[in-house]
């Protein structure tokens, strides 16, 4: 490829970005970049337009004003599955997974777009097909190994726990062998020992297969912890920008989080 | 029973050597890796072993040196044993769950010069461990995941070893050197170190020898029919004896196939695609899946409910009969088939016991509820008695005479008597040599004529079976002279599903009480069921609902001891549920699960104190915990102590006591 993109370069670039739902302005001129294999944490109070965020970084949502670059290329309003083409994928706030199916088939789901063999040979699973499935299935098994799952594979995921049905839709994410990586809130939820697991496979995703991680999330210390830089919104607009050591000592986030005496 | 010392496979590489031509083909290990079984024959696995080894020699480990081993039951670990046995190294397995500073003690106290661990997570103990401790030159893992980014000398990989080793075969004389190696090792070469769980103090190593390991496997191969077609599931710690013998030295010695579960989580999974027919679990684990079953049988349907029940009643009537050739009436086997194919079978299938010729249990004493439950499903589970320092076996259950009290008889070639103090006592060839440096406690155990204490007392019955009652010097009095067994009492109330861990007092006291941990499956799927909510052990601990059940439960067992002349007198006075589970990692029990005495007088003194005084029906209390990542905390709150009715001692006794009294 010609416009290779190498660690450290600008992945994604958000610039001027404003959204906005009828009269609510969701996202007010923000502007920010995110490098290849850097872990980015997107924070803010309730409402401040972070899910918005990454609405419009996956195409879900499309913004009025503003440009979208990803990997050099400035991005046209598409739909969420373009996205996911370019390597683009994302958890959710509130887990939404096929909860009658098994852990398996749910993680299977999401090499749907990698499969290519035709509607026609995939009915017959015959020849192309079935060589075609075991290679998915191969890499599928890697991400279950990968994350500690491989006693789930046949459970219907809706009856796992809170903290692993994240895990497992972290699985579905990572079995599209993501370039950059979005996750809403993945700590929600969770208790202390929950949340370090879930730590440890963000760090080693984004350390093993150099995958490019931006996050929500509430729980200060593991923003702190995880991430390379962090943007701060604050009713849809950007606050600050910086390193975990930066932001934290800006008084405008503090006084955000923390509210002003008047 | 033939002499290992006059054979010529008389030590494991040897045997290894023997089985790769003569079982070349068939399956020695198996491991489940991606969701596929992976499998390697004799043959694979003297390949393996043989890059290993001179890998391993190419880094410098040579004869006589300590490597410990750490990590779950992974082939690689395994085969690494035998890598260092034909070297002349001594293998240490270590508890792969032990927080660092554990291992450090062991890991100094044999002075091991290398470690061979499973991954990151060990690799991260043995740094920590190296800051204090310089002894340890090289680091081999297992699992590189996590470990790309480490600069540190001395840290290779499995697979880098390997290769090593290969390449250094490539050079003409280097396999006939190591093969002349392996030749001029004997039977009397150290094979292993097994460090005992150490239910008082500090760990002792117990040293093994080549030709005692495989006499006990030979000796246990002999007794049940164990031949190269068995299949095995090895998850049990490495560093227990068990294993070892189980999933290593009987593997070596008979031939058989040895299967590695993909994680720990999945070994019922697992032991059922194995289909295992040779098995071997300490109580713990037989209990437990009984309390699963039970506990979803509550959510299933009536009808099925009904079924199965009927036709546990059945087996219960007629299983056992049948497991032991006894003759039954045509309606009942009728009806026994007929359970078999409708609950018995599917259940095995279930546990993946389908296959089971023998099962054992070992470690701690069975429920004989628990142990009937499994033999009337017709699955020939026998009990064993052994130690460590017998290299597992010292007695067990022959075939068809299985006493659910006993453990058996010895087997051939193990002489057992007891001592004048009741305490058992054992000689054979299979025993170890000696706790590694530690000549004190060597003499202590070992007489000259090579006796050793077992420390548990017991008796024969007229049958010629052994009966453990306790380890000898845990059993106390009571002030008013009645004996006191801790552990024959706690193991009455351990019998029932919501208790996990019971701890009695009453030595030098003038009566019983008991400390309890709850069981958290069964009692928290109680909870689930009537709607009881609760955020921890704590709370679900001190629910008065609960605080009931458990008091019908020693109740129950009350109105048992009090038909027992002996121990009549030794009925649970008082009561209370501990506020936090009995942990290893704060060294309140070992892990291999046995109750450290010492250490829980010391931290629940004031609770100790609470019990033996009948003014105080609440204590404040504030106990130290250890996280699983090695982090501290305090949890307090207080806990609530019952006082029990006692029940009077049944008739027969009733006369002896009140002879006594008059």
Not at chain 1, 106 to 114: E, F, P, S, V
Not at chain 1, 238 to 253: F, M, R, W
Not at chain 2, 27 to 50: F, N, S, Y
Not at chain 2, 573 to 589: C, Q
Request: negative net charge; proline residues 3%; aromatic residues 8%.
């Amino acid at each position: 490829m010609s416009n290779e993109i190498m660690p450290g370069d600008v992945l994604l670039e958000l610039d001027d970005v404003s959204l906005s739902f009828g009269g609510v302005k969701a996202i007010r001129n923000v502007g920010f970049d995110i490098k290849k294999g850097e872990v980015r944490a997107i924070i803010g109070p309730n409402g401040a337009g972070k899910t918005s965020m990454l609405n419009v970084i996956n195409g879900f949502c499309h913004p009025q004003e503003g440009t979208i670059t990803y990997k050099g290329v400035k991005r046209h309003d598409m739909k969420p599955y373009v996205a996911a083409t370019q390597g683009i994928a994302r958890t959710f706030q509130n887990v939404a997974l096929f909860r009658g199916m098994s852990t398996l088939d749910n993680i299977m789901a999401g090499r749907t777009l990698k499969m290519h063999k035709n509607f026609f040979w995939q009915l017959f699973y015959y020849g192309p097909a079935r060589a075609e499935e075991m290679e998915h299935r191969e890499k599928v098994e890697q991400v279950i190994d990968f994350l500690e799952i491989a006693h789930l594979r046949r459970t219907p995921v809706g009856q796992l726990p809170y903290g692993l049905q994240k895990r497992v839709e972290l699985a579905r994410a990572l079995a599209m062998e993501p370039e950059l990586l979005l996750l809403d809130e993945p700590m929600a939820g969770m208790n202390l020992e929950e949340k370090e697991d879930m730590s440890r496979f963000i760090l080693e995703v984004n350390g093993e297969f150099g995958t490019t991680i931006a996050l929500i999330e509430h729980d200060m210390g593991v923003v702190m912890d995880l991430s390379d830089r962090v943007v701060v919104l604050n009713y849809g607009a950007k606050l600050a920008d910086g390193t975990p050591a930066e932001v934290s000592s800006n008084q405008d986030v503090i006084d955000a989080y923390l509210g002003v005496a008047h | 029973m033939s002499s290992v010392a006059g054979s010529s496979e008389d030590t494991f590489p040897k045997l290894l050597l023997r089985n790769a031509k003569k079982f070349a083909d068939r399956p020695a290990m198996r491991e489940k890796d991606l969701g596929i079984w992976q499998t390697w024959t004799w043959a694979d696995v003297l390949d393996e072993v043989r890059c290993l080894s001179i890998g391993l020699s190419g880094l410098g480990i040579k004869k006589g040196d300590k490597v410990a081993i750490v990590g779950d039951n992974r082939p690689r670990l395994y085969w690494t044993m035998c890598a260092l046995q034909a070297l002349g190294a001594i293998p240490l397995p270590v508890y792969q769950d032990s927080v660092a500073k554990e291992m450090g003690f062991v890991l100094k106290h044999a002075g091991v010069s290398a470690a061979v661990v499973e991954n990151q997570e060990q690799v991260d103990k043995m740094l920590e461990i190296g800051e204090s401790f310089k002894g340890i030159k090289t680091i081999i893992y297992d699992d590189s995941r996590g470990l790309s980014k480490y600069k540190v000398k001395g840290l290779h990989s499995f697979e880098s070893v390997q290769d090593t080793g290969r390449d250094a075969l490539k050079k003409s004389g280097a396999e006939a050197d190591w093969l002349a190696g392996i030749e001029k090792g004997s039977g009397s070469d150290t094979a292993i170190f097994l460090y005992t769980s150490g239910t008082t103090g500090e760990p002792k190593g117990v040293v093994m020898t080549m030709e005692s390991m495989i006499w006990v496997a030979q000796a246990a191969n002999g007794f049940d029919n164990l031949t190269e077609k068995e299949t095995v599931v090895a998850y049990l710690p490495m560093a227990w004896v068990g294993d070892h013998v189980f999933s290593y030295a009987q593997s070596y010695e008979a031939g058989y196939c040895v299967c590695c579960p993909e994680s720990p989580e999945t070994v019922v999974a697992d032991r059922r695609e194995m289909g295992t027919t040779y098995l071997f679990a300490p109580p713990r684990v037989y209990e437990n899946i009984i309390t699963q079953t039970m506990v979803s049988m509550e959510d299933a349907s009536d009808l099925k409910k009904k079924m199965f029940h009927y036709f546990l009643d059945v087996a219960k009537e007629t299983g056992e009969k049948i497991l032991d050739g006894e003759s039954v009436s045509l309606k009942d086997q009728l009806l026994y088939k007929l359970g078999e194919f409708m609950v018995y079978g599917p259940l095995k299938n279930r546990y993946g016991f389908s296959n089971v010729r023998v099962g054992y249990t070992a470690g701690e004493a069975i429920g004989p509820e628990i142990f009937k439950f499994y033999r009337s499903l017709g699955i020939n589970l026998k009990q064993l008695y052994g130690q460590t320092e017998a290299g597992v076996y010292i007695t067990n259950q022959p075939d068809a005479e299985i006493y659910a009290d006993t453990v058996g008889k010895p087997l051939d070639g193990i002489e057992v008597k007891i001592a004048d103090s009741g305490e058992v006592m054992f000689r054979s060839p299979g025993v170890f040599k000696e706790y590694y440096k530690n000549a004190k406690a060597t003499k202590e155990t070992k007489t000259k004529d090579g006796w050793v204490h077992s420390g548990d007392a017991g008796l024969f019955d007229d049958r010629g079976h052994l009966k453990i009652i306790d380890r000898a010097k845990d059993v106390g009095k009571l002030n008013d002279g009645t004996m006191f067994p801790p552990k024959y009492i706690e193991n009455k109330l351990k019998f029932f599903p919501n208790i996990k861990e019971v701890v009695a007092f009453g030595d030098k006291r003038d009566f019983v009480t008991c400390f309890i941990n709850i069981d958290l499956v069964a009692v928290g799927s109680w909870a689930e069921r009537n709607n009881v909510s609760y955020a921890s052990y704590q709370e679900l601990a001190a629910n008065p609902d609960v605080y009931k059940m458990i008091e019908e439960n020693v109740d129950a067992v009350n109105l048992e001891l009090a038909g027992e002349e002996l121990v009549a007198g030794a009925q649970i006075k008082r009561f209370l549920i501990l506020h936090k589970e009995l942990d290893p990692d704060d060294g309140e029990i070992t892990r291999t699960a046995k109750v450290r005495r010492s250490t829980i007088n010391e931290r629940y003194d004031v609770l100790i104190k609470a019990l033996f005084d009948e003014e105080i029906s609440n204590q404040h209390i504030k106990t130290e915990m250890t996280f699983e990542d090695g982090r501290k905390g305090i949890v307090e709150g207080d806990v609530e102590i019952r006082s029990m009715k006692l029940h009077t001692p049944s008739s027969h006794v009733q006369g002896h006591m009140r002879e006594a009294a008059e």
